[in-house]
């Protein structure tokens, strides 16, 4: 019975020793594939496993202890576990005698344990000042005061087993430094280990620091491989993969195994075929021996005389036909031929004039999920769903897609809605300027850049959406600083292929209603129109457009004028004067400097 055996596995007797099986006997093939680790990091029971393979424990008596561990702590009581989004030092402010901090996994994401109404307290605390924090499924209150009771049993317990100093270096959690040969062995650590927090960030940050490395998740899930990729000493030297797949995924333990293999070989790593195939034994298959003439038949494109763009590859264009004129034309937005049932998950970078407000409202009405992002003064993860970043610093567009991609959240589009702002007529100044490229280019530069560094090669749609920057009716293009959009819009999806990007340009005043306007912008950002520059006048969609101008040749009339007035800067320069003299032989003119 499936049902039954899940719950079962809620069960800390259960859990932990099949915790430790999968995880063991995972790194067991990975080994036998020839992956062998050059150093080891667990989490909590993953240091057992660690240990277990670095030989201090022998399996059998590893499996002894985990089971003993699993069966004290069940005996223990009942207490609850907190994840919450807040450094150590400011969680540690918040916490009273009852509570521990189990374990430090990030910067600035903490395990809070303990019994099970302090949980519920402090987690109603922070839920009222709009702290992100979510309850772990577990049935007791690991590395907290509740285990005290059981701290000098278990380690008897473990004193009663043989144990070695490690023969591959692994990293305690206890304090996350190497394991010391003199202390990994003892059962005061062990015990020191039940009792203590987790010190996961400080680990894997010992390890990064090594330079560059393979980290490959050793076990179910990938809660260790999301931490690893938003750590903040990693870089683009380090490779994170894991072994299985997220609850959901479309493949199977083993395809993901396989794929990971893949992965593994393609960045270097030197695997052992014998014992991947053990114990088939694979044997080369010749290819049929069939004598190719090597003649080529090449099937030669068609000419198309009516198309001016196809003439160039028989000659040169004619230059009076070079010349392209920009015009705006009103078009429909097309209609997606299937409606997409799986909207996926949207990131809006929030506006002050409210329009991301209501386009967020109107997507949660239709049941999308979404997340908001501001400018602020730095990282901050405000909500669940809202955060703040500081726009002039890159790292922060890292740290944000990969918390997005940690809590599911990782978007299918992104509204990029930074440009949406007041009708502000005062007189163009530097600051402006600046202040405009920092939300627009450097903005959608940082983004890409992260979105490129992030992760996935997954389709992303970046709808950037703008106010008054086009010239469409006339005089409506009132925000030149913000014409380095356009060109932005153009250059990612040529270094990224994996994002599309489309300007969206507006008009509005501030205080009328926005629901009209967040409904287009909704339905621009959902279509699969191709369109790169898109705006939005008087209720109309128009689309960027271009025409052919022809210039006719002027080859014979005349450049200069016998009674004009030239002046030439830099005259008395090598340009200068070759062409001040040009001039005066060809008009008989007299030149003064």
Known sequence: NLGATQERLTETRFAQPALFVVEYALARLWMKWGIRPTAMLGHSVGEYVAATLAGVF????????????????????????????????EIHA??????????????????????????????QKLRAERVACQRLRTSHAFHSSTMDALLNDFGRYVASKPAAAPNIPYILNVNGEWADPMVAPTPAYWVRHLRGAVRFTDGLRLVLQQ????????????TLSRLARRHTSITADHIVLASQPEAGSPLSGWEFLLKSLGELWLYGAKVDWEG???????????????PFERRSHWIEKRKIAAEPELQASRGRLDIADWCLVPYWKPTPIPIPAVPNSSPGASLLFADSCGLAQTVAEHLRATGERCATVEAGERFQQVDADHYRIDPRRPENYVRLLRKLLDSGLFPERILHLWNVTDLDLQEFSLERFERAQCYALHSLLYLAQAIGHAFTGEEIRIAVISSAMQTVMGGD????????IAGVCRVIPQEYANISCRSIDVVFKVGDGLDRLATAVI??????????????????????????????SHENAPVLRTSGCYLITGGLGGIGLTLASYVARSLRRKWSS
Request: charge should be negative.
């Open 58 to 89: 022998g399996i059998e008596d590893a499996l002894a202890i985990i089971a003993e561990r699993g069966r004290l702590v069940q005996q223990s009581p009942r207490g609850a576990m907190l994840a919450v989004a807040l450094c150590e030092a």
């Open 94 to 123: 918040k916490l009273d005698g009852e509570l521990d901090i189990a374990a430090v996994n990030d910067s600035d994401s903490c395990v809070v344990s303990g019994p099970i109404d302090a949980i519920e307290d402090v987690e």
């Open 211 to 222: 330079g560059p490395a393979i980290l490959m998740e050793v076990g179910p899930g990938q």
């Open 276 to 290: 991947f195939h053990d114990p088939e034994k694979p044997r080369r298959v010749r290819l049929p021996s069939y």
């Open 477 to 484: 293009g009132l925000y030149p600083e913000k014409a380095t």
């Open 523 to 552: 339905e621009e950002a959902r279509s699969p129109a191709k369109e790169t520059a898109v705006a939005y006048r008087r209720g109309l969609r128009w689309v960027q457009a271009y025409q052919r101008m022809h210039l006719p």
